[in-house]
């Protein structure tokens, strides 16, 4: 069936509907707009022109899941190279590994435990006095106890949020496990890798439908006469959709300090600082993230956090309760306009690791173009998770 689409966004959001779209709805004309002068959004990549090393612009990004569906949709595109992504921890001068596992706790408590040794000794640490943990705080006191909070989450955590570690829901610690066993891998998903190519090839493949059609550098403007699409798709932020009618949805955003050098600069492409006098918190080295390559120098970046400001790309939703009650009646407005539909990390106001962008994006195409063959009213957003 024929219509007239806009994709407002060339992320993996935008990108990955736009190529589902042109597949169920093949008589269709798609056109994705995006402000930026590349795709590929925050995933973008390319390769540093005095190092020729592959860099993740935006910081970076490990395609991780446990769904081989997703897996193996994104192998149809590009090779996807297993990575085994470690990231450790610096402190006071030493290096710890994390997630926090059975080497960290007996490298940074002196001691041998065994597994079973180990979990009996962090069980022992934790807070018993805590119920249900209602913060980020007493998530990692109740569970770590408070010299392994306080060494490698506090400072960090205040850092990256920019808020004391009470502010923030209890949900994002649990984003980060504990292993009893020597594991270092970051991931615990079956399929971890990177692009051999790097995403923006990724993101480019996808786009290279008849029926897609690109425009680059063109921002859509709050208010925007639409009235030429049948139905518009955004994946900017939801608030500025709605030009901050109710205020400003709470974001951090990340500056990047790049320096390169000779040789290699650590032994891991991500090092953390949790140290709360450490301005940045972390640096990445990017040839890291290819290993199958080699380079005599080195590119690193280091990582600042702050506040976004109206001149800041929006990076990672902070969620605390104003931020609730402002969604909710951005989420109410939204559903009242009846030709738009808000999908992505922006667009719903969620953490997002991109296999979650990428099966939700397929997933809202196939619901999408059910609606369309039915005549039936089209979805708004990708499901009621988003506003949990």
């Given at each position: 069936?024929?219509?007239?689409?806009?994709?407002?966004?060339?992320?993996?959001?935008?990108?990955?509907?736009?190529?589902?779209?042109?597949?169920?709805?093949?008589?269709?004309?798609?056109?994705?707009?995006?402000?930026?002068?590349?795709?590929?959004?925050?995933?973008?990549?390319?390769?540093?022109?005095?190092?020729?090393?592959?860099?993740?612009?935006?910081?970076?990004?490990?395609?991780?899941?446990?769904?081989?569906?997703?897996?193996?949709?994104?192998?149809?595109?590009?090779?996807?190279?297993?990575?085994?992504?470690?990231?450790?921890?610096?402190?006071?001068?030493?290096?710890?590994?994390?997630?926090?596992?059975?080497?960290?706790?007996?490298?940074?408590?002196?001691?041998?435990?065994?597994?079973?040794?180990?979990?009996?000794?962090?069980?022992?640490?934790?807070?018993?006095?805590?119920?249900?943990?209602?913060?980020?705080?007493?998530?990692?006191?109740?569970?770590?106890?408070?010299?392994?909070?306080?060494?490698?989450?506090?400072?960090?955590?205040?850092?990256?949020?920019?808020?004391?570690?009470?502010?923030?829901?209890?949900?994002?610690?649990?984003?980060?496990?504990?292993?009893?066993?020597?594991?270092?891998?970051?991931?615990?998903?079956?399929?971890?890798?990177?692009?051999?190519?790097?995403?923006?090839?990724?993101?480019?493949?996808?786009?290279?439908?008849?029926?897609?059609?690109?425009?680059?550098?063109?921002?859509?403007?709050?208010?925007?006469?639409?009235?030429?699409?049948?139905?518009?798709?955004?994946?900017?932020?939801?608030?500025?959709?709605?030009?901050?009618?109710?205020?400003?949805?709470?974001?951090?955003?990340?500056?990047?300090?790049?320096?390169?050098?000779?040789?290699?600069?650590?032994?891991?492409?991500?090092?953390?600082?949790?140290?709360?006098?450490?301005?940045?918190?972390?640096?990445?080295?990017?040839?890291?993230?290819?290993?199958?390559?080699?380079?005599?120098?080195?590119?690193?970046?280091?990582?600042?956090?702050?506040?976004?400001?109206?001149?800041?790309?929006?990076?990672?939703?902070?969620?605390?309760?104003?931020?609730?009650?402002?969604?909710?009646?951005?989420?109410?407005?939204?559903?009242?306009?009846?030709?738009?539909?808000?999908?992505?990390?922006?667009?719903?106001?969620?953490?997002?690791?991109?296999?979650?962008?990428?099966?939700?994006?397929?997933?809202?195409?196939?619901?999408?173009?059910?609606?369309?063959?039915?005549?039936?009213?089209?979805?708004?957003?990708?499901n009621q998770e988003a506003f949990a």
């Amino acid at each position: 069936m024929a219509g007239k689409y806009l994709v407002v966004g060339a992320g993996f959001s935008g990108a990955v509907l736009a190529h589902r779209l042109a597949v169920l709805l093949p008589e269709s004309h798609i056109e994705v707009w995006d402000e930026k002068s590349h795709i590929a959004g925050n995933c973008y990549t390319a390769r540093n022109p005095e190092t020729g090393i592959m860099v993740h612009q935006y910081g970076p990004h490990i395609f991780n899941t446990d769904k081989k569906p997703i897996w193996d949709f994104v192998n149809q595109y590009v090779q996807l190279e297993p990575f085994f992504h470690r990231v450790h921890a610096h402190v006071d001068g030493k290096v710890f590994s994390l997630p926090i596992n059975l080497n960290t706790i007996n490298q940074f408590f002196g001691e041998k435990f065994c597994p079973a040794q180990a979990q009996e000794f962090i069980r022992e640490k934790g807070d018993g006095s805590i119920g249900e943990p209602r913060n980020f705080e007493e998530q990692a006191l109740k569970f770590l106890g408070a010299e392994l909070y306080q060494t490698f989450f506090y400072g960090y955590t205040k850092k990256q949020w920019g808020c004391d570690p009470r502010e923030l829901p209890a949900s994002i610690l649990k984003r980060l496990p504990v292993r009893f066993c020597d594991n270092d891998s970051y991931y615990e998903h079956p399929f971890v890798g990177i692009p051999r190519e790097g995403y923006t090839v990724l993101v480019e493949k996808l786009l290279q439908k008849p029926n897609i059609h690109l425009k680059l550098n063109r921002k859509f403007s709050p208010g925007e006469e639409i009235s030429g699409f049948d139905h518009v798709f955004f994946t900017g932020p939801l608030d500025a959709f709605f030009q901050y009618k109710y205020g400003r949805l709470g974001y951090r955003t990340v500056t990047f300090e790049p320096f390169v050098s000779e040789g290699t600069f650590q032994e891991v492409a991500v090092m953390n600082y949790c140290e709360e006098s450490v301005p940045y918190t972390r640096i990445t080295e990017h040839k890291h993230f290819a290993p199958w390559e080699t380079h005599s120098k080195t590119i690193c970046f280091k990582e600042y956090s702050k506040e976004t400001t109206e001149a800041d790309p929006p990076f990672y939703p902070k969620r605390l309760a104003r931020d609730k009650a402002l969604l909710k009646q951005y989420r109410q407005d939204a559903e009242a306009l009846g030709q738009v539909s808000f999908l992505g990390r922006l667009g719903t106001y969620r953490y997002m690791d991109m296999h979650h962008v990428i099966g939700e994006s397929l997933e809202f195409a196939q619901k999408f173009s059910a609606a369309v063959r039915t005549g039936t009213c089209p979805p708004v957003f990708p499901n009621q998770e988003a506003f949990a």
